[in-house]
């Protein structure tokens, strides 16, 4: 059998522009498809090259339905094969030998029907050939590609044939079938050096696995995360995802177009599984970062260490990176909780007492003041954009959660209301609203100590409490009802 490893015969996908010629084969189908971009194609005669009568010692017939009879020098066309669709092509035997499936059937073994019966070499009779193709559907012109990989037989520059990715997945699949190596290598090439449509990627896809190892390898890299896998063995869309959120949230502050195209591609992204990680990843760093600066910047060690002007100039920068690292958790969150993936992260959050100890530190002093302004507002958010959730139901937390968090964003936020004044009044408000009803989902033990901690809500305005009204309200009809119930009984 005349084949390589990988490659085996492979049809025309008869979506070729039509050439010039007599033999139209006939076709009651329905309209054709439409043409691509191989070049116009002609049949005329070139003297003493293609399809040259008089010069020529090969008859090709290129012939729709059937498979390649291989065996033996194709008779003169019966009846039956004379009503076929056709095409006669008159070629050179040394010329078309450069494809090895040729190089075959003009050999000794091929052309004697007895290997001991000497060839006339004398004759002048034309070495007849059919190239059987396939059914071509309903394409009108079904023969564009073998012609035009039968002309590439006669030139050694490709460069002129082979002007779009569409011509070069026409051709690839003739080249193959008649072991044309040098017009295989040509096609390959240029497929791989230019940008392809996602109709062409599937039509590269489909002709892969009929490519040597070393042939397929570039289009492979370029196509399969198989082929190009990231490092450590992680899921490389992971990381390429991860790689951009980080090259977004450390951007200029003033790129909300890259930012909003960034929410875009996550949301439109297939996995949801994979942005979840992603982003938990990215939030969980961004977190570190913060907890990390914040620790060494509230710690009375690292205050008396060196000289001033040094420790001062280095305290500017923790405070500053924080304040950047927690406008990107506020970023991370918005995706998280557009996306429905916020969950980790609230658990995150509600367990962080040793960061906000170092907020309630940190904004008690007034150093931050000139340095970091909008901190507590970002902290607030972040805090307010994540309870928010829970109370509402799109964080399904668990007790221990719910709890934990207004234990220790609390207390952050009751110092900025005593202490900051930078924050906007409806962040308080909202936050101050929020956490009361996360309170109100508590056993009535744990919504005992929580609330005596809120009392300082009402120090804004005795009329504009009403949602502390109504939580100490709600707990005492809970807490009494007890009481009731045995006073009744």
Request: with cysteine; net charge negative.
């Amino acid at each position: 059998m005349l084949s390589t490893k990988k490659r085996q015969r492979v049809g025309s996908s008869g979506r070729l522009s039509s050439y010039t010629d007599t033999a139209e084969p006939k076709s009651e189908d329905p309209a054709p498809l439409p043409a691509l971009s191989l070049r116009r194609l002609t049949t005329s005669v070139i003297p003493g090259g293609f399809n040259d009568p008089t010069t020529a010692d090969v008859l090709l017939r290129l012939q729709l339905g059937g498979s390649p009879d291989f065996s033996v020098v194709d008779p003169l066309p019966t009846s039956d094969q004379a009503s076929l669709p056709s095409l006669d092509l008159h070629l050179h035997s040394p010329i078309i030998c450069r494809s090895r499936y040729f190089a075959a059937r003009l050999s000794d073994r091929w052309l004697r029907p007895d290997p001991f019966t000497p060839v006339d070499s004398s004759s002048s009779a034309l070495v007849r050939l059919t190239l059987k193709l396939p059914s071509p559907g309903n394409c009108r012109r079904p023969f564009d590609a073998h012609v035009a990989v039968l002309q590439l037989l006669y030139t050694s520059d490709f460069t002129c044939s082979i002007i779009s990715v569409s011509a070069a997945l026409e051709m690839l699949p003739v080249a193959l079938e008649l072991l044309f190596d040098d017009c295989v290598r040509a096609c390959v090439r240029f497929i791989e050096a230019v940008p392809w449509t996602e109709e062409e990627e599937e039509g590269v896809l489909s002709l892969i696995p009929f490519l040597r190892e070393e042939e397929s390898e570039n289009l492979l890299a370029r196509v399969s995360p198989a082929a190009t896998t990231a490092r450590d063995g992680k899921n490389i869309s992971e990381e390429m995802l991860y790689g951009l959120i980080l090259k977004v949230i450390h951007s200029n502050p003033g790129w909300a177009s890259v930012k909003a195209f960034m929410a875009k591609l996550l949301r439109d992204y297939s996995s949801r599984d994979s942005v979840k990680r992603v982003l938990d990843r990215a939030f969980l760093e961004s977190l570190g970062t913060v907890k990390e600066l914040l620790g060494e910047y509230a710690s009375p060690d690292f205050r008396v260490a060196g000289d001033n002007d040094e420790t001062e100039a280095i305290q500017r920068l923790k405070i500053h990176t924080a304040k950047v690292n927690v406008r990107n958790l506020l970023w991370l969150v918005d995706r998280m909780l557009e996306l429905k993936v916020a969950d980790s992260a609230a658990k995150e959050w509600s367990d962080q007492s040793a960061l906000t100890a170092d907020l309630q530190k940190t904004f008690r002093e007034d150093t931050w003041r000139n340095i970091a302004p909008g901190l507590p507002t970002l902290v607030l958010r972040c805090t307010s954009r994540l309870a928010n959730a829970i109370a509402a139901g799109s964080i399904l937390a668990p007790r221990q959660v719910r709890m934990e968090l207004v234990k220790h964003w609390l207390p952050v936020l009751n110092v900025c209301r005593e202490i900051v004044c930078g924050a906007p009044s409806e962040v308080y408000q909202d936050l101050e609203e929020t956490f009361l009803q996360i309170i109100s989902t508590l056993p009535i033990s744990d919504a005992q100590n929580l609330l005596q901690e809120c009392l300082c809500f009402s120090t804004r305005n005795v009329d504009n409490c009403t949602h502390l009204a109504l939580a100490f309200t709600t707990w005492f009809r809970r807490a009494n009802r007890h009481q009731l119930d045995d006073s009744t009984s």
